[in-house]
């Protein structure tokens, strides 16, 4: 499956930002899909995942309670909506899919996107 992130930029700290990730080429709706970032100099992180069917989802302690995850299988997509955001949250956000049930752990990961940059000013 190929996976295309769109909708990061420049934000004010407190704003808001919605990412998308478009897939193709496989059945999207048997895919978790899940979110990481990483920021200069450090290691990538888990953000969120979502479900197969977007019944379970999970983000990260960091983001709890400020992003959100939806998906849209009819139109494979899937949107982290995230907001309130912080300066600490500026890094390059990058979407990844593996079959059926999501993971905290980006090498269960089978595809990725190429990522999308966010930035976040104070």
């Known amino acids: 499956v190929q996976l295309q992130a769109s909708g990061g930029g420049l934000v004010q700290a407190g704003g808001s930002l919605r990412l998308s990730c478009a897939a193709s080429?496989?059945?999207?709706?048997?895919?978790?899909m899940g979110w990481f970032r990483q920021a200069p100099g450090k290691e990538r992180e888990f953000v969120a995942f979502?479900?197969?069917?977007?019944?379970?989802?999970a983000t990260a302690d960091s983001v709890k309670g400020r992003f959100t995850m939806s998906r849209d299988n009819a139109n494979d997509s899937v949107y982290p909506q995230m907001n309130s955001l912080k300066p600490e949250d500026t890094a390059v956000y990058y979407c990844?899919?593996?079959?059926?049930?999501?993971?905290?752990?980006?090498?269960?990961?089978?595809?990725w996107g190429q990522g999308t940059q966010v930035t976040v000013s104070s």
């Open positions: 990844a899919a593996r079959y059926f049930s999501g993971s905290y752990d980006a090498d269960e990961y089978d595809y």
């Open positions: 080429g496989r059945t999207f709706s048997s895919f978790a």
């Open positions: 979502i479900n197969w069917s977007g019944g379970t989802t």
